[in-house]
Protein backbone atom coordinates (compact mmCIF):
# COMPACT_ATOMS: atom_id res chain seq x y z
CA UNK A 1 0.00 0.00 0.00
CA UNK A 2 2.13 3.28 -1.19
CA UNK A 3 2.42 6.10 1.44
CA UNK A 4 0.84 9.85 1.11
CA UNK A 5 2.76 11.09 -2.55
CA UNK A 6 3.48 14.93 -2.98
CA UNK A 7 4.71 16.34 -6.20
CA UNK A 8 6.25 18.35 -6.80
CA UNK A 9 9.17 17.45 -4.10
CA UNK A 10 10.77 20.23 -4.79
CA UNK A 11 9.63 23.79 -6.89
CA UNK A 12 11.09 26.89 -6.96
CA UNK A 13 9.19 30.08 -8.43
CA UNK A 14 9.70 33.70 -9.05
CA UNK A 15 7.55 36.43 -6.77
CA UNK A 16 4.24 36.57 -8.83
CA UNK A 17 4.22 33.17 -10.08
CA UNK A 18 1.88 30.19 -9.05
CA UNK A 19 2.36 27.56 -7.30
CA UNK A 20 0.89 24.15 -7.61
CA UNK A 21 1.10 21.61 -4.87
CA UNK A 22 -0.53 17.79 -5.53
CA UNK A 23 -1.34 15.16 -2.89
CA UNK A 24 -2.89 11.63 -3.42
CA UNK A 25 -3.78 10.84 -0.21
CA UNK A 26 -3.37 6.38 0.90
CA UNK A 27 -5.60 4.13 -1.49
CA UNK A 28 -8.94 3.86 0.82
CA UNK A 29 -8.16 7.48 2.99
CA UNK A 30 -10.51 10.05 2.05
CA UNK A 31 -9.66 12.70 4.43
CA UNK A 32 -6.50 15.03 3.21
CA UNK A 33 -4.98 17.67 5.36
CA UNK A 34 -2.21 20.39 4.60
CA UNK A 35 0.34 21.69 6.48
CA UNK A 36 2.94 24.54 6.17
CA UNK A 37 6.14 23.74 7.90
CA UNK A 38 8.66 27.02 8.16
CA UNK A 39 12.67 25.99 9.06
CA UNK A 40 12.92 25.66 12.74
CA UNK A 41 9.04 25.62 13.54
CA UNK A 42 6.51 23.21 14.07
CA UNK A 43 3.26 22.14 11.31
CA UNK A 44 1.08 25.08 11.17
CA UNK A 45 -2.63 23.29 10.14
CA UNK A 46 -4.05 25.23 6.91
CA UNK A 47 -6.77 23.30 6.03
CA UNK A 48 -8.86 19.91 6.16
CA UNK A 49 -10.79 18.53 3.22
CA UNK A 50 -12.70 15.37 2.10
CA UNK A 51 -13.81 14.68 -1.37
CA UNK A 52 -15.25 17.71 -3.12
CA UNK A 53 -15.17 19.69 0.28
CA UNK A 54 -13.46 21.33 2.25
CA UNK A 55 -14.42 21.07 6.32
CA UNK A 56 -11.68 23.63 8.04
CA UNK A 57 -9.84 26.11 6.45
CA UNK A 58 -9.11 28.54 9.30
CA UNK A 59 -5.58 27.88 8.47
CA UNK A 60 -5.60 29.11 5.75
CA UNK A 61 -4.42 32.92 4.38
CA UNK A 62 -7.59 34.45 2.64
CA UNK A 63 -5.85 35.78 0.34
CA UNK A 64 -3.66 33.92 -2.34
CA UNK A 65 -4.20 30.60 -0.83
CA UNK A 66 -6.68 28.15 -2.13
CA UNK A 67 -7.29 24.19 -1.76
CA UNK A 68 -9.38 21.33 -3.57
CA UNK A 69 -10.03 18.06 -3.36
CA UNK A 70 -11.99 16.80 -6.49
CA UNK A 71 -14.24 13.35 -6.78
CA UNK A 72 -11.47 12.06 -9.02
CA UNK A 73 -7.58 13.27 -8.76
CA UNK A 74 -5.16 14.69 -6.16
CA UNK A 75 -5.56 17.22 -3.38
CA UNK A 76 -4.28 20.37 -4.71
CA UNK A 77 -3.07 23.19 -2.64
CA UNK A 78 -2.73 26.34 -4.88
CA UNK A 79 -0.85 29.70 -4.01
CA UNK A 80 -0.95 32.80 -6.36
CA UNK A 81 0.78 35.50 -6.99
CA UNK A 82 3.82 34.20 -4.57
CA UNK A 83 5.76 36.05 -2.30
CA UNK A 84 9.03 35.43 -0.56
CA UNK A 85 7.27 35.12 2.52
CA UNK A 86 5.41 31.60 1.10
CA UNK A 87 8.80 29.70 0.93
CA UNK A 88 8.28 26.75 3.46
CA UNK A 89 7.95 22.71 2.78
CA UNK A 90 4.14 21.80 2.86
CA UNK A 91 3.38 18.84 4.07
CA UNK A 92 -0.40 16.45 3.34
CA UNK A 93 -1.80 14.34 5.32
CA UNK A 94 -4.50 11.34 4.96
CA UNK A 95 -6.44 9.56 7.43
CA UNK A 96 -9.34 6.88 6.42
CA UNK A 97 -11.74 8.90 8.42
CA UNK A 98 -13.16 11.36 11.54
CA UNK A 99 -12.52 10.39 15.27
CA UNK A 100 -9.82 10.82 17.24
CA UNK A 101 -7.67 7.87 17.10
CA UNK A 102 -7.75 8.12 13.46
CA UNK A 103 -3.85 8.63 12.30
CA UNK A 104 -2.92 11.10 10.00
CA UNK A 105 -0.33 10.11 7.92
CA UNK A 106 2.10 11.98 6.52
CA UNK A 107 3.54 12.73 2.37
CA UNK A 108 7.07 13.36 2.43
CA UNK A 109 6.03 17.33 1.45
CA UNK A 110 7.21 19.64 -1.43
CA UNK A 111 9.42 22.15 -0.72
CA UNK A 112 8.31 25.65 -2.24
CA UNK A 113 11.10 27.95 -2.99
CA UNK A 114 10.27 31.44 -4.27
CA UNK A 115 12.96 33.47 -5.95
CA UNK B 1 -1.58 31.85 19.70
CA UNK B 2 -0.16 28.22 20.27
CA UNK B 3 -2.03 26.14 21.46
CA UNK B 4 0.69 23.30 22.45
CA UNK B 5 3.69 24.15 23.95
CA UNK B 6 7.16 21.90 23.39
CA UNK B 7 10.48 22.37 25.29
CA UNK B 8 13.02 21.95 24.52
CA UNK B 9 13.70 23.67 21.99
CA UNK B 10 16.67 21.82 20.95
CA UNK B 11 18.25 18.94 23.61
CA UNK B 12 21.81 16.92 23.25
CA UNK B 13 22.37 13.37 24.98
CA UNK B 14 24.95 11.00 24.85
CA UNK B 15 24.57 7.64 23.65
CA UNK B 16 22.61 5.20 26.04
CA UNK B 17 20.88 8.34 27.88
CA UNK B 18 17.48 9.41 28.59
CA UNK B 19 16.10 11.61 26.44
CA UNK B 20 13.18 13.46 27.52
CA UNK B 21 10.80 16.08 25.51
CA UNK B 22 7.92 18.29 27.89
CA UNK B 23 5.12 19.44 25.82
CA UNK B 24 1.71 21.40 27.70
CA UNK B 25 -1.52 22.13 26.48
CA UNK B 26 -4.49 24.20 27.36
CA UNK B 27 -7.66 22.92 25.35
CA UNK B 28 -9.47 20.63 27.02
CA UNK B 29 -11.20 19.15 23.89
CA UNK B 30 -8.17 18.06 22.83
CA UNK B 31 -8.58 13.85 23.37
CA UNK B 32 -5.76 12.56 21.84
CA UNK B 33 -1.98 13.30 22.23
CA UNK B 34 0.74 11.69 19.47
CA UNK B 35 4.40 12.26 18.92
CA UNK B 36 5.82 12.75 15.30
CA UNK B 37 9.44 12.09 14.10
CA UNK B 38 10.66 13.97 11.03
CA UNK B 39 14.49 13.02 9.81
CA UNK B 40 15.27 16.31 7.60
CA UNK B 41 13.61 16.45 4.27
CA UNK B 42 11.39 13.87 5.06
CA UNK B 43 7.93 14.08 6.52
CA UNK B 44 6.60 13.90 10.23
CA UNK B 45 6.39 9.84 10.97
CA UNK B 46 3.81 8.86 13.74
CA UNK B 47 5.99 7.47 16.73
CA UNK B 48 3.79 6.79 19.78
CA UNK B 49 0.09 8.35 20.39
CA UNK B 50 -1.42 7.76 24.15
CA UNK B 51 -5.22 8.90 24.64
CA UNK B 52 -5.79 10.91 28.56
CA UNK B 53 -7.62 7.98 30.31
CA UNK B 54 -4.49 6.39 30.22
CA UNK B 55 -1.29 7.89 32.00
CA UNK B 56 1.73 6.25 30.44
CA UNK B 57 2.25 3.79 27.42
CA UNK B 58 5.12 2.45 26.58
CA UNK B 59 6.40 1.18 23.45
CA UNK B 60 10.16 -0.58 23.19
CA UNK B 61 12.47 1.94 24.23
CA UNK B 62 9.90 5.30 23.85
CA UNK B 63 7.45 5.71 26.65
CA UNK B 64 4.53 8.73 26.88
CA UNK B 65 3.51 10.01 30.25
CA UNK B 66 0.59 12.10 30.58
CA UNK B 67 -0.69 14.32 33.51
CA UNK B 68 -4.49 14.96 32.68
CA UNK B 69 -5.06 17.57 35.97
CA UNK B 70 -1.80 19.25 34.81
CA UNK B 71 -2.25 19.04 31.04
CA UNK B 72 0.95 18.16 30.37
CA UNK B 73 2.62 15.14 28.47
CA UNK B 74 6.45 14.31 27.56
CA UNK B 75 8.19 11.90 25.56
CA UNK B 76 10.82 9.64 27.47
CA UNK B 77 13.51 8.29 24.99
CA UNK B 78 15.22 5.49 27.00
CA UNK B 79 18.81 4.08 25.75
CA UNK B 80 19.28 6.96 23.05
CA UNK B 81 20.91 6.04 19.89
CA UNK B 82 22.34 7.89 17.58
CA UNK B 83 19.84 6.75 14.91
CA UNK B 84 17.30 8.46 17.13
CA UNK B 85 18.71 11.72 16.21
CA UNK B 86 15.70 13.74 14.88
CA UNK B 87 13.06 16.37 15.02
CA UNK B 88 10.30 15.23 17.71
CA UNK B 89 6.94 16.99 17.35
CA UNK B 90 4.30 16.82 19.98
CA UNK B 91 0.97 16.94 19.16
CA UNK B 92 -3.20 17.52 20.39
CA UNK B 93 -6.20 16.52 18.84
CA UNK B 94 -9.74 16.61 18.82
CA UNK B 95 -12.65 14.22 17.85
CA UNK B 96 -13.18 16.29 15.14
CA UNK B 97 -9.88 15.76 13.26
CA UNK B 98 -8.36 19.30 14.73
CA UNK B 99 -4.66 18.77 15.26
CA UNK B 100 -2.18 21.17 16.47
CA UNK B 101 1.75 20.63 16.86
CA UNK B 102 4.25 21.83 19.08
CA UNK B 103 7.26 23.74 17.77
CA UNK B 104 9.32 20.44 17.60
CA UNK B 105 12.26 19.80 19.33
CA UNK B 106 15.98 18.77 17.61
CA UNK B 107 17.14 16.02 19.55
CA UNK B 108 21.12 15.11 18.96
CA UNK B 109 22.37 12.12 20.66
CA UNK B 110 26.05 11.74 20.46
CA UNK B 111 28.03 9.08 20.04
Known amino acids: NAGVMQNPRHLVRRRGQEARLRCSPM?????VYWYRQLPEEGLKFMVYLQKENIIDESGMPKERFSAEFPKEGPSILRIQQVVRGDSAAYFCASSPGTGVTYEQYFGPGTRLTVT | QQQVKQSPQSLIVQKGGISIINCAYE??????FPWYQQFPGKGPALLIAIRPDVSEKKEGRFTISFNKSAKQFSLHIMDSQPGDSATYFCAAKTNNNDMRFGAGTRLTVKP
Open chain 1, 27 to 31: KGHSH
Open chain 2, 27 to 32: NTAFDY
